[in-house]
């Protein structure tokens, strides 16, 4: 098992900058995929970024905006968000999987995780 804490959100002006830190514990070697995922208000839980067969993965909103990273000596993964935007309101969930039969296809999808972090608010003002 893969335990995940989330930290640095907060509230911010647009434009601004925030980092999220997602710290794991547990069988963190067992990981196969980490990545960041996002629920706005009323709206389902949607893919932000990831990292996993030595890539990384951005959904549009966010490219060239967001930058996910990781320590692996710390065994915690970033997710650096500059030029923020109200739009990127949202609890922040970092995930993790364990799972080695997972598509890469698949990894976009909440269902592809099977660790959660229990989520940290950012909320950006215009």
């Known amino acids: 098992q893969v335990q995940l804490v989330e930290s640095g959100g907060g509230s911010v002006q647009a434009g601004g900058s925030l980092r999220l830190s997602c710290a794991a514990s547990?069988?963190?070697?067992?990981?196969?995929?980490l990545a960041w995922f996002r629920q706005a208000p009323g709206k389902e839980r949607d893919f932000v970024a990831g990292?996993?067969?030595?890539?990384?993965y951005y959904t549009d909103s966010v490219k060239g905006r967001f930058t996910i990273s990781s320590d692996s000596a710390k065994n915690t993964v970033f997710l650096q968000m500059n030029s923020l935007k109200p739009e990127d309101s949202a609890v922040y969930y970092c995930?993790?999987?364990?799972?080695?039969?997972?598509?890469?296809?698949?990894?976009?999808?909440?269902?592809?995780?099977?660790?959660w972090g229990q989520g940290t608010q950012v909320t950006v003002s215009s």
């Open positions: 995930a993790a999987d364990t799972r080695y039969w997972i598509l890469s296809s698949t990894r976009r999808r909440s269902s592809s995780y099977n660790a």
């Open positions: 547990g069988r963190t070697g067992s990981a196969y995929a």
């Open positions: 990292t996993w067969s030595g890539a990384t």
